[in-house]
């Protein structure tokens, strides 16, 4: 019920390509949390949506949680050499207080 | 100013020997939590700290002793070190709000490499 299931679990696009994943979970849950980890550091927060159907961006990222508070999705528009990097997904247990990950996507970059 | 400091970044060692990880938060904030990261890249949550008490501890060994100071800080000492402890060992810290839920995610340390032989 905790599991939160990523795709696609890889990318290999071209500079300046749009991006999208994707990131369900078989549970519904009420805060929804896309991190955005670079090699050699730990995952920075990137979008944080708290409300079903909200839509949120963050320049060029934009992520929605699904109105069925099961699912989410992460754009990246006109991408760059710096997106390169793993994308994960992640939620919040309510009572229990830590933070569970999807298994990541990672983005590689052709110039 | 680092937000949340991990030392040391690398960590090579052989089995059977015990180490430590430090971590520190500048954030003010009352939650610490240390994750653990596999070949794979998934990171799961070990243990997590609220005003220097044990909140999760999720069925890590008892080989892992974390320790916590004040609620600045957040170490993870282990014991009798294994081949299969090698991973990259997160520390990362939240502010838990009166409804008891981290509002803003958790801020992460840059991680430390635990490789042992």
């Known amino acids: 019920g905790q599991q939160l299931n990523q795709s696609p679990q890889s990318m290999f696009i071209q500079e300046g390509e749009d991006v999208s994943m994707n990131c369900t979970s078989s549970?519904?849950?009420?805060?929804w949390l896309w991190y955005k980890q670079e090699p050699g550091e730990g995952p920075v927060l990137l979008i944080a949506?708290?409300?079903?159907?909200e839509l949120t961006s963050n320049g060029r990222l934009t992520a929605q949680f699904g109105i069925t508070r099961k699912d989410s999705f992460l754009n990246i528009s006109a991408s760059i050499p710096s997106d390169v990097g793993i994308y994960f997904c992640?939620?919040?247990?309510?009572?229990?207080?830590?933070?569970?990950f999807g298994q990541g996507t990672r983005l590689t970059i052709n110039p | 100013d680092t937000a949340v400091s991990q030392t040391p970044k690398y960590l090579v060692t052989q089995m059977g020997n015990d180490k430590s990880i430090k971590c520190e938060q500048n954030?003010?904030?009352?939650?610490m939590y240390w994750y653990k990261q596999d070949s794979k890249k998934f990171l799961k949550i070990m243990f997590s700290?609220?005003?220097?008490?044990?909140?999760i501890n999720e069925t890590v060994p008892n080989r892992f002793s974390p320790k916590s100071p004040d609620k600045a800080h957040l170490n993870l000492h282990i014991n009798s070190l294994e081949l299969g402890d090698s991973a990259v060992y997160f520390c990362?810290?939240?502010?838990?709000?009166?409804?008891?839920?981290?509002?803003?995610?958790?801020?992460f340390g840059s991680g430390t490499r635990l490789t042992v032989v």
């Open positions: 990362a810290s939240s502010q838990v709000y009166v409804s008891g839920t981290p509002n803003y995610g958790y801020t």
């Open positions: 549970s519904i849950f009420n805060t």
């Open positions: 949506l708290y409300k079903a159907g």
């Open positions: 992640s939620k919040i247990i309510q009572g229990a207080q830590k933070l569970v």
């Open positions: 954030l003010g904030h009352d939650t």
């Open positions: 700290y609220n005003n220097k008490e044990l909140i």
